[in-house]
């Protein structure tokens, strides 16, 4: 059985019960930070790069002092039919030049390997190239925004927090603090409420073609608080996150009458099926004050057990009758 007035870590059947102190949310901390200084968020951050050109893409060409080589535009023309598409191969064909591959290439590299080819056919050629139609690159957006979709990585570089924007914004339902961005089949959470809050910019990545960014809905985000409270209910974590107190405020307190405020317990999802359960002696008011520093996760159940008469009164109340019964049916076969 538990002691409410122990002081270290005790074993039972069921797993260890580890006391809330000072030190433990002192370790919990430093565990949070440790993590935070490796989190795999930094590596995702870096200088913008210059725009690669893909199938698809459309270039417009032009070659000062010879209209001939340049498609005229025309005051009605699509943008898109001024130019040069890139083959599904990444080719084009331009004139005197034949087929070229482009995708993969810079424009600036493009640029001077069509003034390097042309150069025999004219004097010193000037060309300006240029996409006027980004078709190659797409990163997507999904979950909990009010527009989901599709997003065109163009030459203006696109962050995390402007596909948001172009996706209309978050919904009411989001939860910003656990955003995930797929790269390269690596799944890497975003605290999008640094971002917003707390102008954390390194949250706010710099995406690429193929990337894929989830907001999650808030479902999961809850604690369920259980056993002798004046309200025994789910509580939704909010976005900057819950304590142990407020919890228990929530949902009204420890029930005046029947609660054990030695006993308060926080039930946690372990290793290996077995859980980390947390135990509060919130007797004195420096166990309040613990309560308070003592920060819930997702999942989280809060029990607070019952003092001792109830639990007796409970006894007499489920297991008399059941004796009662037995003993009748003994005088009846008797």
Known sequence: MHRPDATGPIETEHGMIVPITPELIREMRLAREVVEEDDPVGRLVAEPQEYRIGPADILSITVWGHPELTIPAGEFRDAAL???????????????????????????????????????????????????????????????????????????????????????????????????????????????????????????????????????????????????????????????????????????????????PGRIYVIRAGVEEIPDVFHLDARSASGMMLAERFELRPRDVVYVDAAGLTRWNRFLTQILPSIGAVVAADRVLD
């Open 82 to 260: 001024q130019g040069y598409l890139v083959r599904d191969d990444g080719t084009l064909f331009y004139p005197y030049v034949g087929v070229i591959t482009v995708a993969g290439k810079t424009i600036s590299q493009v640029r001077a390997e069509l003034t390097r080819r042309l150069a025999p056919y004219l004097n010193d050629p000037q060309l300006d190239v240029r996409v006027i139609d980004h078709r190659s690159q797409r990163a997507y957006v999904a979950g909990e925004v009010r527009e989901p979709g599709v997003r065109t990585v163009t030459d203006v570089p696109l962050t995390v927090l402007e596909a948001i924007s172009a996706s209309g914004g978050l919904t009411p339902e989001a939860d910003p603090r656990n955003a995930t961005l797929t790269r390269d089949g690596e799944v890497i959470r975003l605290d999008l409420l640094a971002l917003y809050e707390s102008g954390d910019r390194a949250q706010n990545v710099l995406m690429r073609a193929g990337d894929v960014l989830n907001v999650p809905d808030r479902s999961s985000q809850k604690i369920f608080v259980m056993g002798e409270v004046t309200r025994p209910s789910s509580v939704e974590i909010p976005r900057r996150g819950i304590t142990l107190a407020e919890a228990l405020s929530d949902v009204g307190g420890p029930n005046q009458l029947s609660a054990n």
